[in-house]
């Protein structure tokens, strides 16, 4: 504590070998007052700030203390069970590393006497256990349609609360849980390659630490297989034309393909020239370890001949003849019988009306394109 007024004595002035009571009393009071007449400790403050007061078991901490204490020198320290060591220190701040820290949650208390007050501020640290999640697979190596056991845990947390996930590549992500997590898989030829792995989440106030166990793969083994899109049962070709035998396989382990057409080898997948005799049907054959797959695909070679393309443009031509003649010779007949018609009318006219000679004849010849002969 400090006054809020403080005088200091003057000199004085000594006469003679001896001094008087009054003397000594004076000294002494002048000494009293510069005792309680320090300077003021109402407003100096005490802080201790660290890198992390959150930390692993067994991590490390690194605390600064320190002060607005005026007084050089002032005692300070910090007081702990943690194990501690000082780092550095300087006017008004010291700093201390915590080693080691296994207590799951300790307070800190960093002190400074300034003119004999003592202040103190504490610092927090909780040291938090977070254990590495588990991933276990019973068969990593399994065959088609048989069950696979897959098991996500983990040892307990401090402070508590883990929560676990099961993760699996193409999966949307699964909720949060506390563990352990079982999934039975029936394996399938669609799950090899299917990577898994076991995701861990630990919840420290504002903060959320995470996770993951190393990334398991799945292999699953199945014979060979084909269908319509990988070896379409029916293929067209044409004569002259680079073309090849579309057929691949499938399995695990990889099969091994093999073509013949007369049980003569023909590899899929190798462009050659075509030609007739490459029509007809192809053998194909899928092997492994596990099984055997056949396929047959028939072959059809489209070609042009030219023996035969001659007489077919001759009997298109002729056709086209015949039918041109045949048209031109019903309008010919068409016309024919129109004029036979016109003639027969103009005769009926003729003989309703009265004889006149001469104009019958005119019109008859008229009609037959020829002019009448003159009457002698």
């Not at 699964?174 to 919840?203: K, T, Y």
């Amino acid at each position: 504590m400090g006054s809020g007024f403080c005088s200091h004595p003057r000199g004085f002035r000594l006469t003679g070998a001896a001094m008087s009571r009054r003397g000594h009393l004076a000294w002494f009071l002048a000494g009293l007052l510069l005792v309680l007449c320090g300077q003021s400790t109402d407003s100096f403050e005490v802080r201790v700030e660290g890198n992390s007061s959150e930390v692993g078991y067994g991590g490390t901490v690194l605390l600064n203390c320190s002060s607005s204490c005026p007084e050089a020198g002032a005692p300070r320290g910090l007081e702990t069970s943690l194990s501690k060591e000082r780092v550095s220190q300087g006017p008004g701040w010291v700093s201390v590393r915590l080693r080691n820290i296994t207590e799951p949650l300790s307070d800190v208390l960093c002190y400074f006497y300034c003119f004999g007050e003592r202040k103190v501020a504490a610092f927090r640290v909780l040291a938090y256990e977070f254990p590495q999640p588990q991933l276990t697979i019973s068969s990593p190596n399994t065959s088609s349609n048989e069950t696979v056991a897959i098991k996500c845990s983990s040892a307990p947390s401090w402070p508590p609360g883990l929560k676990l996930r099961l993760h699996r590549s193409h999966w949307h992500p699964q909720a949060w849980e506390e563990g352990p997590i079982s999934l039975e898989l029936v394996a399938r030829e669609e799950d090899d390659g299917a990577e898994f792995s076991c995701q861990a989440q630990l919840s420290l106030g504002n903060r959320t630490l995470t996770k993951s166990s190393p990334t398991a793969t799945l292999r699953v083994t199945y014979q060979p297989r084909m269908d319509d899109r990988s070896c379409p049962p029916s293929q067209n070709w044409t004569e002259g034309q680079d073309e090849t035998l579309r057929c691949w396989a499938w399995g695990n382990p990889r099969p091994h393909l093999e073509c013949a057409k007369d049980r003569e080898p023909f590899p899929a997948g190798v462009p050659r020239p075509v030609t007739r005799a490459h029509a007809g049907t192809y053998l194909c054959r899928a092997t492994n370890p596990l099984g055997t797959t056949v396929r047959t695909v028939t072959v059809w070679v489209q070609y042009h001949d030219p023996d035969l393309l001659l007489p077919v443009l001759v009997g298109v031509v002729v056709v086209a003849a015949l039918v041109a003649g045949g048209v031109g010779y019903g309008i010919y007949y068409r016309k024919k019988k129109i004029r036979e018609y016109r003639l027969q009318e103009q005769q009926r006219r003729l003989q309703m009306e009265p004889p006149r000679p001469t104009r019958c004849l005119e019109e008859t010849a008229a009609l037959n394109g020829s002019a009448p002969e003159a009457q002698v």
